[in-house]
């Protein structure tokens, strides 16, 4: 048992759970997640994006590290704290995202892409401000184009056996369908289903789907304790 001595001079016990919480995974894995929106420029001062707070990524982030993996961060624009232990990369836009992923994903053992990444950016970032406005119309298109899937991309990549892939899916409505065939169309071998509710909010609802048919749904919990059943897949074959 450790004990310390107080400024009083009474002996007190050091908190066990100080010990048990830096306790290693028993195999180290390299672990790239994904995490935040990505912003896609519509001129120096305008951007599309997304209400996503970057909170699932950076708790799957700090979970990983805390069980002793060797963890990767690619951040969109989010203003959280880097969690101890892990490496941190800045990424803005969703080809920043993809590139990053990719370059991280080649050196890795798992994917958690909770990243809500732009479908969508302006076919061109203009050099001024858009001016629209002043044409005088009521209404103005924006031509767009498509981001490239990361987890598609990285799910049916060729060095992909032996790596976990995990996706997430935000749906409103049919949820459960949709997240079935995404887990075929992205190749991935899991999808974490949330519905808007989780946006922005520390606790959240999902239905952990498997590729194998599994269904997991996590009620009520917290990010960190969704995180920590996450962090749980790695020790699948
Ligand atoms: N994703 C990605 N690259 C994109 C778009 C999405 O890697 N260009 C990933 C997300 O990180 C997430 C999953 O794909 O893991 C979400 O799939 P998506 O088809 O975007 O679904 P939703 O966000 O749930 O919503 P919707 O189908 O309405 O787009």
């Not at 120096?44 to 699932?56: F, I, T």
């Not at 060729?158 to 790596?163: E, F, L, Y």
């Not at 959240?204 to 969704?226: F, M, N, P, Q, Y």
Request: net charge positive.
């Amino acid at each position: 048992m450790a004990w310390r001595t107080r400024k009083d001079g009474r002996a007190t016990r050091r908190p066990a759970q100080r010990r048990s919480a830096a306790k290693p995974a028993l195999v180290p894995r390299r672990v790239v997640v994904t995490a935040g929106p990505t912003r896609e420029a519509i001129d120096p001062v305008r951007y599309l994006s997304n209400e996503s707070s970057g909170r699932m990524g950076f708790a799957i982030a700090e979970a990983a590290a805390r069980a002793g993996h060797r963890v990767t961060l690619i951040a969109g624009p989010v203003a959280l704290p880097t969690p101890k232990g892990v490496r941190r990369v800045a990424v803005v836009t969703a080809l920043e995202m993809l590139r990053a992923t990719l370059r991280a994903f080649r050196e890795s053992d798992a994917l958690f892409m909770a990243a809500a990444v732009s479908d969508w950016r302006p076919a061109r970032r203009l050099s001024g401000k858009w001016r629209e406005k002043d044409k005088g119309s009521p209404a103005a298109n924006l031509p767009l184009v498509r981001n490239p899937d990361i987890l598609a991309t990285c799910g049916h990549d060729r060095s992909r056996p032996g790596k976990l892939v995990v996706g997430f899916a935000l749906e409103t409505s049919g949820g459960i369908p949709r997240a079935k065939r995404k887990l075929e169309t992205k190749g991935a071998d899991f999808i974490v289903l949330n519905d808007e509710r989780a946006l922005n909010s520390p606790r959240a609802s999902a239905l952990i789907l498997g590729g194998d048919g599994t269904v997991r749904r996590l009620t009520d919990r917290t990010k960190a304790e969704i995180a920590g059943v996450l962090i749980g897949l790695l020790g699948r074959p």
